[in-house]
C-alpha cells in the first residue's frame, strides 16, 4: 500500500472531475467519519495491488500492521490501474461519484433492468436528466427513487437530447451495481442458503 | 429704451440661476441648456430689436418693456423656443465657452456695457445677415428641409417667415402660460396635474371637437374681463382669437363634409405654423382631431403617372384630389409633428398628438414615421411622454384589428433596433410593452412542430419560418386539390373558405414568427448584455489544471487541488470583480418577466445558450455552485431578487416546454440554495422569492431526497431569522415539501438511521453550498420547536402544525396555500399588523380549530395557544406606540396635501391676474 | 406432502391401537404399575439408582406376564417376548417348542386377521397389529430389501410415541435402550443421518424434541433481509419492496432491521434495491452475534471470521461507518464475496486481511480491540436443513478438530481485546453448531484459560447453554450463554456466547485453576443444580434414561463399537451401570472436596495477583468480594 504518484494522482482526478466537477474538492477536502479517533483527518488515496482504494487516514495508520499480499481491500475502492497504467473506475466508486455527481440521470422503472444488464440508457428510458450535460461528460446513474444503479458517459448534450427520438443513446454504460454482482459471481455474494436461494432465482427468475 | 433694455437685463443676469434650473426640467437637450438662459434671452433680444428696426411692419407697444420687465421667464421661455426652433443658427450657442459669457456678464452686471453690445451686435449682424440671405433665397424652415411636392409637381417649402415676423409679438403674450403649465406640471407634478394630463391624452378625441366650440365659447366671458383689465395687448388678441376662430370654423367646415373643404387642410395646418405657443398647440389639436374624423379606412396609394394620363370620371378625380391633398397635408402634419417633437416646448403636446394618431389610425400611410417617433420616445426621461408612449404601443399590440399586425412587426422591430442602439441603457418600460403581445397558439403551434420535425439545426427563425411558408403552400396546394375531386358545391365554397384562410394564416404566421424573433433578439441581447457586463467567466477547472500541471507540480495532492480550484476561483475572481464595475441592469427585469411570459414560444435551439445565460447571471457572475471554500462572495453584482428571478424564469422555461424530457435543474437549486442565505427583509423583495419558493420547490414534480431535506432544513432555519411573512412562505414551502416526499419525514423523528441514512455524509453540514452534499438527514428540525413560539399566531401555527405532520398524514389546512398566497397576505397583515388583530383573529380561530382537529399527541397546539396569549398582550402595548406613529404619518401627509393644493390655487389665481385672459384654462385642458 | 398425509392418518387411526393396548395392559398387569409409578417418581430423586431397580423388575414382569390366565394375551406376550429373546441371542434358552408353537400362532392369528378386517384397507391393517420391536432376522432382511419409507416412519411414530410413555406402553422385556436402538437406526435410514450424529442429537434431546428437531431440519428456514441502515431504513425498504410485489413483514419483534419475505413475485436477490445495497440476504440466526456484541460508535472491532459479511456490514451499520472493522478472513476464495458484499453495503470502515485467525493478535496486537466478533468456523450441525451433506459427512472427529480450533481462536479472540477499553473490552464467540463440545466446552475452556467472565447477551430469548451434560460439567455461568434451535425459535441451530475480558493479564494455570475451583464452590453447584431440575426437566431426565450405552460411545468410542458388534447387553450393561455410578459419583467428590482443602490458598494467590496489578477496576473488586462471599 503507497500513495499515488504524481501522473497516477493526475489520472485518478481526471477521471473523478469528469464525473463530479468541482466536487472533487469536497472528495478531497472533506474530513473523514471513519476511524476511531475523535477526528480521523481527512481522505486520501491509497494505491494496493494496483487497486486505487479511497481511504480514511486513520484507517490507513491501522493498515499498516497488515503485510502488503495479505491486506485485501480497504476503505471504498475507486478503481484500478490497468496494465497498461491506464485507470478505470470501478463500481464501488459508484456511492462516492452518486454522493458529489454534477450530472445525474433517472431511469424509469421500466428502463432499471435493461441498464443493469449493461445496456446503454436509451431516450426512451429517461426519467430525468440533469441540465447542463455536455456529451462526454461523467454521468450518475440513479433509479427514480434515487437509488444510484451504475455510472456513465453522456453520448447527448441534454439540448441534442430533446430533439432525439426515442431510441437514440443517452448515456454510454461503463459500469453498473448489476455488473458487479455478475462480475463477482453469484457466489460471490452468497451469505447464507436463502440469499443463494435468492440469486438463483436472478438467475432463472423473471425480469420485470 | 436701452436704458430699459439695461435695466431688463440686469434684472435678468440677477435671476439668470433661477432660470438656469428652471430649464433644467425644461427641456430634454443636455448641452445647451445649462447657460443658455441668460444669452439665448439676450441674443433674442437684440435679434427681435433689429428685426423692428430694420423693417418697422408692427411698431412696438410703448410699455412693453414694463410688462417684459415684470417677470422674465416669459421671456426667457420665449426665446428659447425661438432658438430650439431654428437651431442651426443659434446652436452656436452651444459652442460658447461658459468662461467668455460669464465674463461678458459680470461686465454687463458691471455699468460699462457698450463694449457688449457692440460685441453682441456684431454677432447678430453676422446671424441676420445670413438669415437674410436665407430669406431672399428660399426661405427654408430649417427643421424639416422637406418640400411637400403636390400633384401638379409643385415644391411647397415652407416659408419661415411669416411666423418670424409675428413670432415675438404673440411670443411674449402667450408663450408664458403654455410654458407655465409646462414647467408646473414638471416642477411640481402633483397627482391632481398627472391625472388631468393622462386624462387629456386619453380623451383626445372627442375633447378636441369640443375644443373648437370651446373656443368661441370659452372666451367670451374672459375676453370681457381681459378687455377689462387690459387694453395694451388688444392687437395681439385680436390676432390670435382671430386665427382661433378661423381654426375652429375650418375644423368644422372639415368636420362637416371634407370632400368639399379638403382644400381648408392647408390653411389649419399654415395656422399651426403659427408662430404663438397656443395657436401652434390649438391648430394641432384640431388637425389632429380632424384627422382622426377623416382619414379613410384605407391606406392612401396616390395614382401613377399613367393613371394620371388615362381619362377618368369627375368624380373620381375629385376623389384623387381629395386624397391626394389629404395626404400631402397629412404628411406636411406629420412632418410639422416631427419638428415640434424635437423642440423640448411643443414635445409633449407633438408626441400626444402622435400617439393619438398612431393609435387611430395606424393603417394609414406614414405609420412608419410615426412609430418611429414613438419608439424614438419610448424611453424618453420625461415620464409623461414615456408612458404615453408605451400606452400608445400596447395599445398598438393588443388590439391588431385595425392594422393587420405589420404594425405590431414594425414597432417590435423598431424597439429592438432602439434597444440595440441604445445598449441595453433604456427605461424598463421600452420592454415592459412586450407583455401586451399576444401570440396565438393555434398558429405558432403546428409551425413550431414541424420545425422541429424537419429542420434540423439553424439558428435563425427567419429561414425557418420561410421554407415553412413553402412547404406550407404546398400543403395547401395539396388539400385543395383533394378538395377539388369532390365537386359539390358546400365543398367548393369551403375550398374557397379554405384557400382565403390559409393565405391569411400564413400571413399571419409569417408576422408572428418575425415579431417573435425581434422579441427574442431584444430578450438575448439584453441578457448577453448583462452577461457581459457581469463577466462570469466560467474558467473550467481542467484550463486551470492543465497550466498548473505545466508551470509546475504540488506533491501532495490535496494542496495540488486547493491550488487548483483555488487559482481557478481566484482568476475568476479577479475577471469579474475587474467586470463587475458595470452594474446596473435596468432591461433585466421585464426581459425575464418576458421570457418567463413567452417561455413556451422559444425555439428549442435558443434553450440551450439562453440556460447557459440564466445559469451564469443565477450564478450571479461566480459559479457560486461551489464558491463556498475560498472564492469570494464579492462577484455578485445582481441582486438577489434578479437572481431569483433568473432562476424562476429558468424554470418556467423547462415547465412550459418539457416535450417527454424532463430535465433536472440541478444548478439552479443549488443557486437557490445559497441565495436563501444571501436574503435580506429589507433589500430584496420576498414576493420574488416566494415565486421562486413556490415555482422551484412546490411545483416541481419530484426531488430527490437529499436535496429535498435539505431544502426542508435551511428553509427551517431560515424562517427562524426572518419577519413573519418570509417565515409563513418558508414554511408552507416546507410543509408542502415534507407532505409530498414521505422520507423526509424522519426529519421530524428524533431517532437514529436519520443520519445513517444520508450516506456518505454523516453528519449535518449548515454551510454547504449544495443541498445534495449538506447531510441534512442527518439532523433534526429543532427549528420547528422555537418557531412554535412565534409571536405571530399563524406562522406558530403551521410550524406546530408541520411538527405534528409526522404522526398525523391527515391533510392540515394551508396545504392548499401557496407560499405566495402566504407571503402575500401576512405582509399586508403585517402593514396593519395590530395586535388585536380584527382582521386575524377569526382566521386565526379557523386555523386553530383545525390545528387542534390534530391529535395533540405533542403539547403544541396548546402550548403555542398560551404563549399566543401572552404574546398578544405584551404586543399590544408595542403597537399601540406604533399604530400612533402610523397616525402621525398620516395626518401629516393630509396637512401636506392642503398645503399642496392651497399653493396650487394661489398660482392660478396669479396667473389669472397676470394675463387675465382665459389661456390658462386651455393650457390646462391640453 | 406424502409426509403430511401419512401423519394425517397416523392421527387418524392412533386412538385405535391405544385402546386395545390399554385394554389388554388393565387386564394383564394391574397390580404393577402402582410400584412403577412410586419407583419412578422417587426415580427422578435419585440420580441412577432408577435403573438398576428398573432392570429385574421389567425381567420379572415379563416373566410373571408369561404366565397368565388368558391364552390370548399369553401368545401375544410370549410373541413379544420372543421379539425381545430375538434381541439377546442365548442369553437365556427357553423352550424351543414353545417358540415354534408361539410363531405358529402368531401366523394363524394374523391370517385370521386378515379374514377379520378384509374390508379394512391395508396400512390401517397393518397399523392394527401391535407395535413390536423387529427381530434381528427382520432387521436383516430388511436391510436387504430397500426402505419402504412409510413403513420406517410407522415404526418411528410408534417408537416414539412408546418412549414418551414408557411405562404404560413398552412391552415386556424390551427396554428403552433397545427402542432407542431401534429408533436411531429408523431415524438414520430415514432421515439419512450417520449413526454419530443422530446418536449425538437422540443423547442431547429427549425423543419427541428430538423429532421436532429432526423435522425442522428437513425444512428450510424463512428468508430474511436485513435492512442495510448505513443506505436506507426499513420502513422505507419496506415501501419500495411491496411496490416491487415483494410480500413481507418485519421480523420479530428483536430486531428493527430485520425483515421475512413470505413470497416476491422479483427475485429478492435481483432487485436493484439489492444489487445497491439496500439489504442483505441473511439467516435470522447471523443477527445474533452481532447484536450480541453490540458495536458502539468509534470503536475498534475485529471480526475474525468475517466472511461472507454479513455480519461485518451489520455491525459497519450499527457503527454507522465510524470506527474501525479488521475483517478477517482466512479463506481466499471467500475473500472476493467478502469484499464485494462491504463494498456492496457502502461499508467504509473496514480492513479486509487475510490471516489464519490465530495469528491476528500478533498482527494486530495484543490487547488493542474494543471488541472481537469470533464466529467460529464449526462442524456446522445447525444448518443442516442449508447443506443436507452435514447430516452423513461429519463424525466425532471433525467435531474435535473445529473445537481445537476453535479454543485457540478464542484465546486469540481474547488476547486482542482490550480489557480496560472504556466502552468496550467483550468478546463474542458463536457457532452455527449445536454441538456441545463445539460450544460449551470451547467457552468453559475460555473461561478457565483467560481472565474473562460469562455476561448476558442480551438476547432475551433461546436456550440457556448446557452447565451439564452427562459427566461433564461446565462453569454455571454458561447458563447465560444462548442456544437457538430450529424447532423453537425457528432459525438456524446457533450458539451466541458474550465474555467480558476483565483484565490484560494472562493468568498463571494456577491462577485459572483457582478461579476454575473458586466458582466450582458450594453455592453455584447447587444453585445450577436447582436451575437445571427446573430449566431442562424433561430433556436431564431422558438424559438419565439412556444415560448407559451413550455414556459409553461418549467416554470410549472403541468401547461402544465392540458393545455394539456384539449386543451383548445384560453383561454389557449391569457392569456399565455400576462402574459408571461410583466413577460419576467419585469424580464429583474429587472436584468438590480438594477444591475445598484449596480455597484458603487460591484466596491468597488470588489477592497477590490483585496486588500485583497496579490497576485495580472496579470488576476485579466485586470479583474478589463474591469469592469471599461465595467461601463464607
Given at each position: 500500500m503507497r500513495p499515488l504518484d504524481e501522473n497516477e494522482t493526475t489520472q485518478v482526478f481526471e477521471k473523478l472531475f469528469k464525473f463530479t466537477g468541482n466536487n472533487l474538492k469536497n472528495i478531497v477536502e472533506n474530513p473523514s467519519h471513519e476511524g476511531p479517533e475523535t477526528n480521523p483527518g481527512r481522505y486520501c488515496f491509497r494505491l494496493q495491488k494496483n487497486r486505487v482504494y479511497y481511504v480514511s487516514e486513520s484507517l490507513v495508520k491501522r493498515a499498516t500492521n497488515i503485510k502488503r499480499e495479505s491486506l485485501v481491500a480497504l476503505g471504498t475502492n475507486i478503481g484500478k490501474f490497468t496494465k497498461g497504467g491506464s485507470f478505470h473506475l470501478t463500481i464501488q466508486c459508484l456511492n462516492l461519484l452518486a454522493t458529489n455527481a454534477k450530472h445525474k440521470v433517472w431511469l424509469k422503472p421500466t428502463s432499471e433492468m435493461s441498464f443493469l444488464y449493461g445496456n446503454h440508457v436509451l431516450k426512451g428510458g429517461l426519467g430525468r436528466i440533469t441540465e447542463n450535460i455536455a456529451a462526454g461528460d461523467g454521468v450518475v446513474v440513479f433509479s427514480m427513487a434515487d437509488v444510484p444503479l451504475g455510472f456513465g458517459i453522456a453520448a447527448k448534450s441534454t439540448q441534442d437530447c430533446r430533439k432525439m427520438d426515442p431510441n437514440g443513446i443517452v448515456v454510454l454504460h461503463q459500469a453498473d451495481i448489476g455488473g458487479a454482482l455478475f462480475t463477482f459471481g453469484l457466489a460471490a455474494f452468497i451469505d447464507t442458503y436463502d440469499q443463494f436461494r435468492g440469486l438463483q432465482s436472478l438467475v432463472e427468475g423473471p425480469l420485470y | 429704451m436701452f436704458a430699459h433694455w439695461y435695466g431688463m437685463k440686469i434684472r435678468t443676469f440677477n435671476h439668470c440661476p433661477i432660470d438656469g434650473d428652471d430649464r433644467v426640467e425644461g427641456d430634454g437637450d443636455g448641452r445647451v441648456y445649462f447657460f443658455s438662459p441668460k444669452l439665448q434671452r439676450l441674443v433674442h433680444h437684440y435679434t427681435r430689436f433689429y428685426r423692428m428696426g430694420k423693417k418697422q411692419k408692427i411698431v412696438l407697444p410703448p410699455d412693453l418693456p414694463p410688462e417684459i420687465s415684470e417677470d422674465e421667464i416669459e421671456v426667457s421661455d420665449e426665446d428659447l423656443q425661438f432658438v430650439n426652433e431654428n437651431r442651426e443658427y443659434a446652436g452656436f450657442v452651444s459652442n460658447l465657452d461658459t468662461q467668455s459669457i460669464t465674463r461678458h456678464v459680470t461686465r454687463v452686471a458691471d455699468v460699462k456695457e457698450d463694449a457688449l453690445e457692440s460685441l453682441y451686435e456684431k454677432r447678430l449682424r453676422k446671424k441676420s445677415l445670413e438669415k437674410a440671405k436665407e430669406e431672399n433665397v428660399l426661405e427654408v424652415d430649417p427643421v424639416d428641409a422637406l418640400p411637400v411636392k403636390t400633384l401638379d409637381g409643385k415644391l411647397y417649402y415652407r416659408t419661415v417667415a411669416k411666423k418670424s415676423e409675428n413670432a415675438p409679438k404673440e411670443g411674449e403674450a402667450s408663450g408664458d402660460n403654455e410654458d407655465d403649465g409646462v414647467d408646473k406640471s414638471v416642477v411640481k407634478m402633483t397627482k391632481a396635474e398627472k391625472r388631468a394630463k393622462l386624462k387629456k391624452m386619453k380623451k383626445e378625441a372627442k375633447k378636441q371637437g369640443k375644443e373648437v366650440a370651446e373656443v368661441e365659447g370659452g372666451q367670451q366671458i374672459p375676453q370681457a374681463e381681459v378687455l377689462a383689465e387690459v387694453k395694451k395687448e388688444l392687437t395681439a388678441e385680436e390676432a390670435n382669437e382671430r386665427k382661433k376662430y378661423r381654426l375652429a370654423e375650418l375644423g368644422t367646415a372639415l368636420l362637416m363634409d371634407p370632400e368639399s373643404n379638403i382644400k381648408s387642410l392647408k390653411e389649419m395646418l399654415q395656422i399651426s405654423k403659427d408662430g404663438d405657443h397656443a395657436i401652434v398647440i390649438l391648430g394641432l389639436k384640431s388637425l389632429l382631431a380632424v384627422f382622426k374624423d377623416i382619414i379613410p379606412g384605407y391606406r392612401i396609394r396616390l395614382p401613377t403617372e399613367k393613371e394620371q394620363e388615362m381619362i377618368v370620371s369627375k368624380d373620381v378625380k375629385k376623389m384623387r384630389y381629395y386624397e391626394s391633398t389629404l395626404l400631402s397635408?397629412?404628411?406636411?402634419?406629420?412632418?410639422?409633428?416631427?419638428?415640434?417633437?424635437?423642440?423640448?416646448?411643443?414635445?409633449?403636446?407633438?408626441?400626444?398628438?402622435?400617439?393619438?394618431?398612431?393609435?387611430?389610425?395606424?393603417?394609414?400611410?406614414?405609420?412608419?414615421?410615426?412609430?418611429?417617433?414613438?419608439?424614438?420616445?419610448?424611453?424618453?426621461?420625461?415620464?409623461?411622454?414615456?408612458?404615453?408612449?408605451?400606452?400608445?404601443?400596447?395599445?398598438?399590440?393588443?388590439?391588431?384589428?385595425?392594422?393587420?399586425?405589420?404594425?405590431?412587426?414594425?414597432?417590435?422591430?423598431?424597439?429592438?433596433?432602439?434597444?440595440?442602439?441604445?445598449?441595453?441603457?433604456?427605461?424598463?418600460?421600452?420592454?415592459?410593452?412586450?407583455?401586451?403581445?399576444?401570440?396565438?397558439?393555434?398558429?405558432?403551434?403546428?409551425?413550431?412542430?414541424?420545425?422541429?420535425?424537419?429542420?434540423?439545426?439553424?439558428?435563425?427563425?427567419?429561414?425557418?419560418?420561410?421554407?415553412?411558408?413553402?412547404?406550407?403552400?404546398?400543403?395547401?396546394?395539396?388539400?385543395?386539390?383533394?378538395?377539388l375531386m369532390s365537386k359539390t358545391r358546400e365543398e367548393v365554397s369551403a375550398e374557397f373558405k379554405a384557400a382565403s384562410f390559409a393565405q391569411d394564416v400564413m400571413e399571419q404566421r409569417r408576422m408572428q414568427s418575425e415579431t417573435l424573433s425581434a422579441v427574442f433578439q431584444t430578450y438575448f441581447r439584453i441578457l448577453k448584455h448583462t452577461m457581459q457586463s457581469v463577466a462570469a467567466r466560467y474558467v473550467t477547472v481542467m484550463d486551470i489544471y492543465n497550466k498548473e500541471g505545466r508551470t509546475g507540480w504540488i506533491r501532495y495532492h490535496r494542496a495540488y487541488t486547493w491550488t487548483w480550484l483555488g487559482a481557478n476561483s481566484r482568476s475568476e475572481g479577479s475577471l469579474s470583480s475587474s467586470a463587475g464595475a458595470s452594474g446596473g441592469h435596468p432591461l433585466l427585469a421585464p426581459s425575464l418577466n418576458g421570457i418567463g411570459k413567452f417561455s413556451h414560444l422559444i425555439d428549442l435551439d435558443f434553450m440551450g445558450d439562453l440556460m447557459n445565460y440564466l445559469r451564469k447571471l443565477a450564478g450571479g457572475g461566480s459559479n457560486s455552485n461551489n464558491s463556498d471554500g475560498f472564492s469570494d462572495n464579492s462577484v455578485k453584482h445582481l441582486t438577489v431578487s434578479e437572481r431569483l428571478g433568473c432562476c424562476i424564469v429558468a424554470f418556467k422555461v423547462m415547465r412550459n416546454n418539457l416535450d417527454a424530457l424532463n430535465v433536472d435543474l440541478q444548478d439552479f437549486f443549488v443557486q437557490l440554495y445559497s441565495l436563501i442565505l444571501e436574503y435580506r427583509p429589507g433589500r430584496d423583495q420576498g414576493g420574488v422569492l416566494a415565486e421562486a419558493l413556490k415555482i422551484m420547490l412546490c411545483d416541481d414534480r419530484q426531488h430527490d431526497m437529499q436535496r429535498a431535506a435539505a431544502f426542508i432544513k435551511r428553509l427551517a432555519t431560515f424562517s427562524l431569522c426572518f419577519g413573519s411573512a418570509e417565515s409563513m412562505a418558508a414554511l408552507v414551502t416546507l410543509k408542502h415539501l415534507l407532505q409530498k416526499n414521505v422520507k423526509c419525514r424522519n426529519l421530524l423523528e428524533n431517532d437514529a438511521g436519520g443520519g445513517s441514512v444520508s450516506g456518505p455524509i454523516a453528519k449535518y453540514q449548515p454551510y454547504a453550498s449544495d443541498p445534495n452534499l449538506s447531510g441534512a438527514l442527518a439532523s433534526v428540525l429543532w427549528e420547528l420547536n422555537l418557531l412554535s413560539k412565534h409571536y405571530h399566531p399563524t406562522v406558530s401555527t403551521i410550524a406546530s402544525s408541520i411538527s405534528t405532520l409526522s404522526d398525523t398524514h391527515n391533510q392540515v389546512f394551508h396545504s392548499n396555500l401557496s407560499p405566495q398566497q402566504a407571503f402575500m397576505e401576512l405582509s399586508l397583515e403585517q402593514e396593519s399588523f395590530n395586535p388585536k388583530g380584527d382582521l386575524r383573529k377569526p382566521t386565526h380561530k379557523r386555523k386553530r380549530g383545525s390545528g387542534s382537529s390534530m391529535p395533540a399527541g405533542n403539547g403544541h397546539p396548546d402550548i403555542s395557544s398560551t404563549e399566543e396569549e401572552v404574546m398578544r398582550k405584551k404586543l399590544s402595548e408595542h403597537f399601540l406606540i406604533l399604530r400612533d406613529i402610523t397616525e402621525n404619518e398620516r395626518l401629516k401627509s393630509e396637512l401636506d396635501r392642503t398645503m399642496m393644493s392651497l399653493k396650487l390655487y394661489e398660482q392660478y389665481k396669479k396667473q389669472r391676474k397676470n394675463q387675465g385672459s382665459s389661456k390658462p384654462k386651455k393650457m390646462r385642458n391640453c | 406432502m406424502g409426509r403430511v398425509c401419512s401423519r394425517g392418518k397416523a392421527h387418524w387411526n392412533g386412538p385405535g391401537r391405544t385402546s386395545s393396548i390399554i385394554k389388554t395392559g388393565i387386564c394383564s398387569l394391574n397390580g404393577r404399575y402402582c410400584t412403577y409409578d412410586s419407583e419412578t417418581t422417587d426415580e427422578e430423586v435419585k440420580e441412577h439408582g432408577g435403573f438398576d431397580e428398573e432392570e429385574p423388575e421389567v425381567d420379572s414382569g415379563s416373566e410373571m406376564s408369561s404366565d397368565g390366565d388368558n391364552p390370548f394375551t399369553d401368545d401375544f406376550l410370549q410373541g413379544s417376548d420372543d421379539g425381545e429373546k430375538g434381541s439377546d441371542v442365548d442369553s437365556d434358552s427357553d423352550v424351543s417348542d414353545i417358540e415354534e408353537k408361539s410363531r405358529a400362532i402368531d401366523e394363524e392369528k394374523a391370517r385370521e386377521e386378515e379374514d377379520a378386517e378384509a374390508e379394512l384397507q391395508l396400512n390401517i391393517k397393518e397399523e392394527a397389529d401391535e407395535f413390536r420391536l423387529l427381530t434381528k432376522e427382520e432387521l436383516e432382511e430388511e436391510s436387504h430389501r430397500p426402505p419402504d419409507l412409510p413403513n420406517l416412519q410407522r415404526r418411528i411414530k410408534e417408537i416414539v410415541r412408546v418412549l414418551s410413555n414408557f411405562k404404560s406402553l413398552r412391552q415386556e422385556g424390551a427396554t428403552r435402550k433397545d427402542y432407542i436402538e431401534q429408533l436411531k437406526i429408523d431415524l438414520g435410514s430415514y432421515y439419512g443421518y450417520n449413526e454419530f450424529l443422530i446418536s449425538v442429537l437422540v443423547e442431547m434431546f429427549p425423543v419427541v424434541e428430538l423429532m421436532e428437531l429432526i423435522e425442522a431440519f428437513e425444512k428450510p428456514r424463512p428468508i430474511c433481509l436485513r435492512t442495510n441502515t448505513l443506505r436506507t431504513r426499513r420502513r422505507d425498504l419496506a415501501g419500495v419492496l411491496l411496490n416491487r410485489g415483494v410480500n413481507l413483514d418485519p421480523l420479530s419483534k428483536w430486531s428493527k432491521v430485520g425483515l421475512v419475505v413470505y413470497d416476491s413475485q422479483v427475485p429478492i436477490g435481483a432487485t436493484p434495491e439489492y444489487m445497491a445495497g439496500y439489504y442483505m440476504l441473511q439467516s435470522a440466526s447471523s443477527f445474533l452475534p452481532v447484536m450480541a456484541l453490540a458495536p458502539q460508535e468509534k470503536e475498534r472491532i475485529v471480526d475474525m471470521a468475517a466472511a461472507p459479511g454479513g455480519k461485518t456490514t451489520y455491525a459497519a451499520a450499527l457503527m454507522k461507518n465510524s470506527g474501525v472493522i479488521f475483517a478477517n478472513e482466512m479463506k481466499e476464495p471467500r475473500l472476493k464475496s467478502l469484499t464485494a458484499n462491504l463494498h456492496r453495503m457502502g461499508v467504509t470502515n473496514t480492513i479486509v486481511c487475510n490471516y489464519d485467525g490465530r495469528e491476528l493478535p500478533k498482527v494486530l496486537g495484543h490487547n488493542t480491540a474494543d471488541r472481537v466478533l469470533l464466529d467460529a468456523p464449526c462442524s456446522g450441525t445447525g444448518v443442516i436443513s442449508k447443506d443436507e451433506s452435514v447430516k452423513t459427512s461429519k463424525n466425532l472427529d471433525d467435531i474435535q478438530n473445529s473445537s481445537r480450533l476453535q479454543k485457540e481462536l478464542i484465546l486469540a479472540a481474547i488476547d486482542m481485546v482490550d480489557a480496560n477499553s472504556k466502552s468496550g473490552g467483550y468478546i463474542v464467540y458463536s457457532t452455527c453448531s449445536i454441538m456441545i463440545p463445539e460450544n460449551e466446552a470451547v467457552i468453559d475452556y475460555a473461561l478457565k484459560k483467560r481472565d474473562v467472565k460469562l455476561v448476558p447477551c442480551g438476547l432475551d430469548f433461546g436456550r440457556p447453554g448446557f452447565i451439564r451434560f452427562r459427566e461433564q460439567r461446565f462453569h454455571p455461568s454458561l447458563e447465560k450463554t444462548r442456544r437457538f434451535y430450529p424447532h423453537v425459535h425457528n432459525m438456524d441451530g446457533f450458539f451466541v456466547a458474550k465474555l467480558k475480558k476483565m483484565s490484560n493479564s494472562k493468568p498463571t494455570p494456577t491462577a485459572s485453576k483457582t478461579s476454575e475451583t473458586v466458582d466450582q464452590g458450594p453455592g453455584p453447584i447447587d444453585s445450577s443444580s436447582v436451575k437445571n431440575a427446573e430449566g431442562d426437566f424433561q430433556q436431564h431426565s431422558k438424559e438419565r434414561a439412556k444415560k448407559e450405552n451413550s455414556r459409553g460411545d461418549f467416554r470410549q468410542h472403541s468401547k461402544e463399537r465392540a458393545n455394539k458388534e456384539n449386543g451383548s447387553l445384560e453383561n454389557g450393561f449391569p457392569e456399565n451401570g455400576k462402574d459408571e455410578f461410583p466413577s460419576a459419583t467419585i469424580k464429583r467428590k474429587k472436584r468438590k472436596v480438594p477444591s475445598r482443602t484449596e480455597i484458603s490458598k487460591a484466596r491468597e494467590e488470588k489477592r497477590q495477583d490483585l496486588r500485583e496489578q497496579k490497576r485495580k477496576s472496579f470488576m476485579d473488586k466485586k470479583g474478589a468480594r463474591k469469592k469471599g462471599a461465595s467461601i463464607k
Open positions: - | 397635408v397629412y404628411k406636411a402634419y406629420l412632418q410639422r409633428l416631427m419638428a415640434l417633437e424635437q423642440q423640448p416646448l411643443f414635445q409633449r403636446v407633438a408626441v400626444r398628438c402622435i400617439c393619438t394618431l398612431l393609435d387611430a389610425v395606424p393603417h394609414f400611410n406614414f405609420r412608419d414615421s410615426l412609430l418611429a417617433a414613438v419608439i424614438k420616445n419610448i424611453s424618453s426621461p420625461d415620464d409623461v411622454i414615456r408612458k404615453l408612449c408605451c400606452a400608445t404601443v400596447k395599445s398598438l399590440f393588443t388590439n391588431e384589428g385595425k392594422h393587420g399586425g405589420e404594425a405590431t412587426v414594425e414597432a417590435v422591430q423598431l424597439i429592438a433596433d432602439h434597444v440595440k442602439v441604445y445598449d441595453c441603457q433604456l427605461h424598463p418600460d421600452s420592454i415592459e410593452v412586450f407583455m401586451s403581445l399576444s401570440f396565438d397558439e393555434d398558429l405558432r403551434r403546428p409551425e413550431i412542430s414541424n420545425a422541429d420535425g424537419r429542420v434540423k439545426n439553424k439558428k435563425n427563425k427567419k429561414r425557418k419560418n420561410l421554407e415553412e411558408q413553402s412547404q406550407l403552400q404546398g400543403n395547401e396546394k395539396k388539400r385543395s386539390r383533394q378538395e | -
